[in-house]
């Protein structure tokens, strides 16, 4: 199975107006790479004026709220990135579960609620330094998996984003067979709910992915793609990341 694949920038709680310039400078490297999809996840206060540029790299939030509206100060629906002009989204990923106290249950129903939107959804799990080194990570990110995974799960609107929590901002990532060991469990994990279905969903790693490892880790069969943290912040660290791809 052919998966193009996929490389998001997530910026997290980085970027200003005065940044829209390296936003299109990675817009132009995206139309330089045709056969990778490539994408910005923004904080929700550039995605309009990102969005309004022509082509290069797709724009995202970073979460939506799982309601369309209501009394949730401080939230975004998912109805209102796609009004500001982001076309996916991410859920669950490690710094919301552990800051905001997200569970499984939750993030299934932000999936469910960005896809009602028209969102398409980087779906987020990964573990712990202790489950790591306690030796079931494979079986407890599975888990993870399958207990966020929204009902109608299919790869024209879900990708997953494997990323390690202990690999985020360190420099430190596991070593290629625990990569791929994990990214082929994951799989498994998906075809025992949604069937063939699972051979065509994205699976990207995540976790300190960059120009120096990118090569390596692309080259992992079950690895789709890359959402990438710090080295998706400039240009010309997010470059040789995409290229890596494809
Ligand atoms: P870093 O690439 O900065 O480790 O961040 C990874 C990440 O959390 C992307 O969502």
């Known amino acids: ?11 997290k709680m980085n970027g200003m107006r005065a940044h829209l310039a390296e936003i299109e400078a990675i817009d132009r ?9 490539v994408g910005l996840c923004l904080p ?22 799982m309601n369309a509206n209501g009394a949730h100060t401080g939230c975004l629906s998912a109805q209102m990135l ?54 079931n990570a494979e079986a407890v990110v599975s888990a993870q998996l399958l207990a966020s995974l ?28 625990a990569v791929a060991m994990m990214h082929s469990a994951l799989r498994a994990a998906l075809a025992g709910r949604i069937g063939a279905e699972a051979d065509k969903m994205r699976i990207l ?3 300190s992915m960059n120009g120096d490892n990118a090569t390596e880790l692309m080259a992992i ?4 793609g890359g959402l990438v943290g710090g080295a998706s912040l400039t240009a010309a660290k997010f470059e040789p990341v995409i290229a890596a791809a494809g």
């Not at 360190?170 to 067979?177: L, N, Q, S």
């Open 82 to 135: 796609v009004e500001a002009g982001a076309t996916w989204v991410i859920v669950g990923h490690s710094e919301r579960r552990q800051d905001q106290g997200e569970t499984d249950a939750h993030i299934a129903a932000k999936a469910l609620a960005a896809r009602a939107a028209g969102l398409k959804v980087i779906l987020c799990v990964g573990e712990s330094l202790d489950v790591r080194d306690a030796g």
């Open 1 to 11: 199975m052919s998966r193009r694949k996929l490389v998001v920038g997530n910026w």
């Open 150 to 177: 929204p009902d109608g799960a299919a790869a024209d609107w879900l990708a997953i984003a494997y990323e390690p929590i202990w690999a985020i901002g360190t420099g430190r990532i596991p070593t290629m067979e």
């Open 221 to 224: 069969a079950d690895v789709d």
């Open 205 to 207: 790693y995540g976790g």
């Open 44 to 65: 929700a206060t550039l995605v309009m004026a990102a969005s309004d540029k022509q082509g290069g790299a797709f724009i995202g939030g970073q979460d939506c709220h």
């Open 29 to 37: 490297i995206a139309d330089a790479h045709p056969a990778v999809e």
